[in-house]
């Protein structure tokens, strides 16, 4: 690994260094108001407003709080999903389609604003986003797209083309992209060290490395069954996503966990990364199989990944293949070393949209499809809506069925293979012709 790993090399991620997960010391309540398996984004999010409703919370996590995903993502903050919003209006109708695009774009709005109205101090800004298109027709799709959603939902954008691309990112393998001026990102290690120290100052029971082995239901509502003991609820939510174990088998026959690869770049002059990202906008491409970059927000490195769902084994395999990433995408730095590489599980779903409601009695909020940090903040927050009984916690996102398929038991033996046929698709649409 000489020439790719840097002094003082960690494979934990980037986020850590200033918000590293600990242990919560609690003892488990021989019952509550509300469990919510999950101490992550979606978790924390629907426990505040309930225990500040007055309703008795108790957290479960397997890990130290904070050990999953929401201090282990790119900290981005958007309001899209895999499906677009002219593609929805094709399956489903203008009306579902712009019901779940305002939504995103409530997701966006309502993170941010209670992170300010929290006081919490984790670095969030409204930087701006660069899409940077992977060729000539994924431009065209994208200005298509954008342009709809300015249409309809009035968002702002612009289109760069290739010759000005350097304003904004200092690549030369795409073909120009778009600004959204007003998205965002944060260091999501303290987003998430903020949630859980409001929900522990709320009188929230926050139990790491308790996992939960069963649900029962009994007459009074729910027996959660850990290795150290029982406690009784009479609401239980699942907010698991890409970490669901199959003893929640509705759940984990709904999600497809897959696993998302990032680095951190040593200590860069401040004049090599003013050249990378002129307005520190964060960066990512058009393909389904996309690359993403970022400035970290409190130091000079670049933080990037890529390669989502492709199976990498170990330390090694995971910082090769991203500083090949890196060289191809930014040769001016194809001689830097990696101080972090880490990875984690995010959560797909078979129809790539997030889903929110009840199966068998229980809450659940998953699959946010590369979106998770606003959308599980969000519907977080409309779990504990529904759970008050409050109309503000009516969602599109309960609406359409939340879908599985024969024989999928909540192994995602398929991943690899179906990112082939992502990269596959990426090439032939590089390929083809606009109209």
């Not at 308790?210 to 239901?217: K, M, N, S, Y």
């Not at 699942?238 to 770049?265: C, D, E, H, K």
């Not at 590369?370 to 609406?399: C, H, N, Q, W």
Request: glycine share 10%.
């Amino acid at each position: 690994m000489d020439g790719i790993l840097g002094p003082g090399f960690r494979d934990t991620p980037y986020w850590w260094d200033a918000a590293r997960p600990v242990a919560v010391a609690a003892k488990m309540p021989a019952a509550a108001d509300v469990a919510i398996i999950g101490s992550g984004l979606t978790g924390l999010h629907a426990a505040l407003p309930l225990l500040r409703a007055g309703h008795s919370t108790a957290i479960f996590d397997k890990e130290d709080p904070g050990f999953g995903a929401s201090r282990r993502n790119a900290g981005f903050l958007g309001r899209v999903l895999k499906k677009s919003l002219d593609s929805l209006i094709a399956s489903h109708g203008a009306d579902y389609a712009l019901a779940i695009y305002r939504e995103l774009a409530a997701a966006y709005q309502t993170t941010m604003e209670f992170i300010a109205a929290e006081g919490i101090e984790c670095h969030a800004v409204r930087c701006g986003r660069f899409v940077a298109a992977t060729s000539r027709r994924h431009y065209e799709l994208l200005a298509t797209e954008l342009g709809s959603m300015k249409r309809h939902l009035g968002l702002d954008f612009a289109m760069i083309p290739r010759s000005e691309q350097h304003r904004e990112f200092a690549s030369d393998i795409y073909f120009g992209g778009a600004v959204i001026p007003d998205l965002g990102s944060l260091h999501p290690g303290l987003y998430h060290k903020g949630l859980v120290d409001r929900v522990l100052a709320a009188g929230g029971v926050v139990l790491g490395r308790t996992e939960v082995l069963q649900i029962r239901t009994i007459p009074a509502g729910f027996e959660i069954v850990t290795a150290g003991g029982t406690m009784t609820a009479r609401e239980v939510v699942v907010a698991t996503n890409g970490y669901t174990p199959r003893q929640f088998r509705w759940q984990s026959r709904r999600v497809i966990p897959f696993t998302g690869y990032m680095a951190a770049t040593e200590e860069l002059p401040a004049d090599l990364l003013a050249k990378v990202f002129p307005n520190r906008r964060t960066v990512l491409d058009t393909n389904l199989d996309l690359d993403f970059f970022r400035p970290a927000p409190d130091s000079s490195r670049i933080l990037f990944g890529g390669a989502t769902g492709s199976g990498l084994a170990g330390t090694a395999a995971i910082a090769r293949r991203l500083q090949g990433v890196l060289a191809r995408v930014l040769p001016d730095l194809a001689g830097k070393r990696l101080s972090h590489v880490w990875s984690g599980q995010c959560a797909a779903t078979f129809d790539m949209m997030p889903h929110i409601g009840q199966a068998e009695g229980i809450w659940y909020a998953m699959g946010y499809n590369f979106a998770g940090v606003p959308m599980g903040s969000y519907l977080g927050r409309k779990i504990a809506e529904k759970i008050l009984g409050l109309p503000a916690g009516k969602t599109a996102f309960d609406i359409a069925p939340f879908p599985t398929q024969a024989l999928y038991s909540g192994n995602p033996w398929f991943v690899p293979l179906a990112m082939r046929w992502f990269r596959w698709r990426d090439r032939r649409l590089a390929a083809s012709r606009g109209a």
